[in-house]
């Protein structure tokens, strides 16, 4: 099986594990999407305008196959 390593970032810290194996690219993408929902719940905060989480999917020479990116913004609505 493939080895791939998710390295992730938000506005504050970056974070690298020790990798794993999964059966292919699609599942490190779904693997890659559930740990961005799960950190959206745990590190974003209403108190800013403007926060991103991102999730780089290394294949097992750490080079990029995907970056995932989950964007939080919030903008005042002029009436």
Do not use: W
Not at 17 to 24: C, K, N, R
Not at 64 to 69: D, N, T
């Amino acid at each position: 099986m493939p080895f791939y390593y998710f390295d992730t970032r938000n506005d504050e810290a970056l974070g690298e594990d020790d990798g794993f194996e999964l059966p292919g690219i699609e599942d490190a993408k779904a693997e890659a999407t559930g740990y961005l929902l799960e950190a959206a719940k745990a590190h974003l905060t209403p108190d800013r305008e403007h926060q991103e989480i991102v999730c780089t999917v290394k294949d097992q020479n750490k080079k990029a196959l995907l970056r995932l990116s989950l964007i939080l913004e919030i903008t005042p609505v002029q009436d």
